[in-house]
């Protein structure tokens, strides 16, 4: 394929027109409070293919806050390396200024008051924007959707993915693979993948009975664009039948099958494809791994971890791109390809600041549209927050702990459990609480709060579990979410450590005693993967007990020590 | 994650198994090598192993062997109070030396297969299948 020596001169070249047309150009300029939208799109388009890659989305039609994580840590070869670099040192590697829009978009710092000064990020309708002035420059550019699209709002629920598609499919993706979508049910994915206008794609997607490929989703598609055949492979979420409930699609089975990667990579280079793109959604840290064993794939697109960073990775021959989630950025990539090989390529994250994308009218009154029936549902006040609620980071964020509070006190319970999902928007301190931003943290179709009783010995066995599946060295073993989150008890964790003795000195808040392993202890919780779950829905739980708060007040959370990062 | 009281023994108990192997397992699991190999000294190359990192389904866990110019493949659950999962015997009219099924795990443990070659010699592979309870996927 590509020699390292051309491999690098391609690198450094694109890092150089990185730096003096993208990236670090437009956070001075904002600095100045000059921000414009020809900026953020400026773009010397390259070579012969243009992909646009957007990931993430739950569902997030409309512009929201979204604070990236202060904790994001990284194990095995993948301690310190990006994206396990938050705050002042991702500022530091990339060179960002302080208080820059760039510094607001992409770490946590002082997220209320420069959110106050940037404004939302996202929107689809903004997002079309870009897609289109990409597409006028480059009208047969790739857009390629990275699954978690149909799933994580109000009226994606009450209308079983149906708003996300009609906003999605009047932006014309070219591909798309899948996670959550399949918490719709399979019968109604199936429903919604037959009508697909675009290729919905999973080389990992198999038949759970036979054990072969699965009829209803192709394991990739061929592209002829700018005169370069263009193989794009879907790779979907590996561990959905684990993370999620595996009853919901019992037709179905997953995992990584890197070996049949490699098989589908072989074919498509033997049918002549000049480039081949992975779509994945196994999240970063799995994609770096599989870019090591897998060869021949030009560019990984890469989701589920909801990482964003301004520069490519590079992985022996491969390209890693992150795109971050909620609709917050859309990563434009442009490469050049000739005789069958990626001679250099060109890239972008172009952050969408919503006050400053002229959204598009035409997906803007679509998406009106699809709320307009449950407008009165959304905008209802059901309190106000006295500080940030946000959830994103490796333990205990605030939107969690209120999760959690509001389990132990409407279900009367010593201790709760939160998911340790990375997906929900960010409330401003100030700001009200509607409906729609409790269905933004808590909507799923598995939602319903259980009570039940543990013992001291199962809970330390879940944390164990659920911190293999964070913490495990090898990224294959690691599932690609945060860890459970957990009210009304202390823990400390080292993450160096091998299961079975990561987690230590649990203790009761209520009393300061240490948690006794043959005590049972009344738990609440939700997103129970085992069915037949029994208990309110978790958006009910969390908006009666704020409507008896009034004013939720957020006091930091230090229950959890975590030691060895 | 909620459990019922019947779910909630099962899996401490599979979780137990899982972190601390038995000493009867693991002596088991040698037992059944040795038996295998007759003692024989065994390489590391000539069979593929393919078995998920983590089970969907403890209860039903995929796993393929292949292992060109075997005579016969075993494979053996390492954590499995039982540890024999399979011996596959290939006639000289085989036309391909690999077998697929699907095995039970009691929890997370190594899978091990080994192939006796036709000039005698004996090949393992061996992968961790990480048995889960799952739920908090981002």
Redesign the interface.
């Known amino acids: 394929m590509i020699s390292r020596r051309d491999f690098l001169q391609a690198s450094m070249a694109a890092s150089a027109l990185v730096g003096a047309s993208g990236f670090g150009n437009w956070s001075k300029l904002a600095a100045q409070q000059a921000l414009t939208q020809d900026q953020l799109l400026e773009f010397d388009t390259f070579g012969n293919v243009s992909l646009i890659h957007i990931t993430d989305i739950h569902a997030q039609l409309k512009p929201i806050y979204f604070r990236e994580p202060e904790i994001n840590l990284g194990v095995g070869d993948n301690k310190g390396a990006v994206p396990h670099i938050t705050g002042a040192e991702f500022r530091e590697l990339y060179g960002i200024e302080d208080g820059s829009p760039s510094h607001y978009a992409l770490t946590y710092n002082d997220f209320s008051a420069l959110a106050r000064t940037y404004g939302k990020m996202g929107g689809m309708d903004r997002v079309a924007t870009v897609v289109n002035a990409i597409r006028a420059e480059r009208p047969d550019a790739l857009l390629l959707d990275g699954g978690d699209t149909w799933h994580g709002s109000y009226t994606c629920y009450h209308t079983e993915g149906q708003d996300v598609v009609n906003v999605m499919n009047a932006l014309k993706p070219d591909a798309m693979t899948f996670h959550w979508e399949f918490t719709l049910g399979q019968d109604r994915v199936r429903e919604l993948v037959d009508g697909l206008p675009y290729a919905a794609l999973g080389q990992n997607i198999f038949d759970a009975m036979w054990d072969e490929p699965a009829a209803e989703f192709k394991p990739y598609q061929f592209f002829e664009r700018g005169g370069v055949k263009i193989a794009v492979i879907g790779q979907a979420f590996p561990y959905m039948p684990i993370a999620n409930p595996g009853w919901m699609f019992p037709d179905y089975s997953f995992g990584i099958r890197d070996e049949r990667m490699q098989e589908m990579v072989d074919e498509v280079r033997a049918k002549g494809a000049e480039c081949v793109v992975c779509l994945s959604h196994n999240g970063f840290d799995v994609d770096k791994k599989m870019a090591s064993v897998v060869t021949g794939i030009d560019v990984i697109l890469t989701g589920h971890t909801h990482d964003a960073l301004p520069e490519p990775v590079l992985v022996g021959d491969t390209i890693l791109i992150a795109s971050g989630s909620n609709g917050k950025f859309v990563s434009r990539v442009d490469l050049n390809i000739q005789n069958g090989r990626m001679m250099g390529f060109r890239h972008k994250l172009i952050p969408i600041f919503s006050d400053v994308i002229e959204p598009d009218a035409e997906i803007a009154t679509l998406i009106d549209e699809q709320r307009a029936p449950y407008k009165d549902q959304l905008e209802e006040v059901i309190g106000q927050t006295d500080g940030l609620l946000y959830r994103r980071g490796n333990f205990n964020g605030s939107w969690d702990d209120l999760i959690c509070d509001a389990l132990m006190s409407e279900r009367e319970a010593d201790i709760a459990m939160s998911p340790g999902v990375r997906w929900g928007p960010s409330i401003l301190p100030g700001q009200d609480i509607t409906r729609e931003d409790i269905w933004n943290v808590t909507s799923m179709t598995y939602g319903r709060a259980y009570r039940t009783e543990m013992t001291g010995e199962f809970i330390h066995t879940i944390l164990e579990d659920v911190g293999d599946n964070l913490f495990n060295p090898d990224p294959y073993y690691q599932q690609g979410g945060d860890m459970v989150r957990i009210g009304g008890m202390g823990y400390r964790i080292d993450i160096t450590k091998p299961q079975g003795s990561r987690i230590t000195d649990m203790t009761l808040l209520s009393t300061g005693e240490a948690i006794d392993p043959a005590k049972s202890y009344v738990v609440a919780g939700w997103a129970s993967v085992n069915e037949g779950t029994e208990g309110p829905q978790i958006w009910d739980v969390v908006e009666n007990h704020i409507r008896k708060q009034g004013t939720v007040t957020v006091t930091p959370n230090t229950s959890v020590k975590v030691v060895g990062a | 994650?909620?459990?019922?009281r019947r779910?909630?023994i099962l899996?401490?108990l599979g979780?137990a198994a899982a972190?601390t192997l038995p000493m009867s397992a693991r002596a088991a699991i040698e037992d059944a090598i040795s038996a295998f190999t007759d003692g024989a000294e065994v390489g590391e190359t000539g069979i593929t192993l393919?078995a998920?990192?983590?089970?969907?389904?403890g209860n039903t866990v995929?796993v393929e062997v292949s292992a060109p110019g075997a005579a016969s493949i075993i494979i053996l659950a390492a954590g499995n109070p039982t540890p024999g999962v399979a011996t596959f015997n290939f006639g000289p009219l085989a036309g391909a030396q690999a077998a697929?099924t699907r095995m039970r795990l009691a929890g997370?443990q190594d899978v091990v297969a080994i192939a006796k070659m036709e000039d005698g010699s004996y090949a393992q592979a061996r992968q961790?299948v990480?048995v889960?309870?799952?739920?908090?996927?981002?």
């Open positions: 994650m909620s459990f019922s779910d909630t899996m401490a979780a972190t393919t998920p990192e983590i089970a969907e389904n995929p697929s997370t961790e990480k889960t309870i799952g739920g908090c996927g981002g």
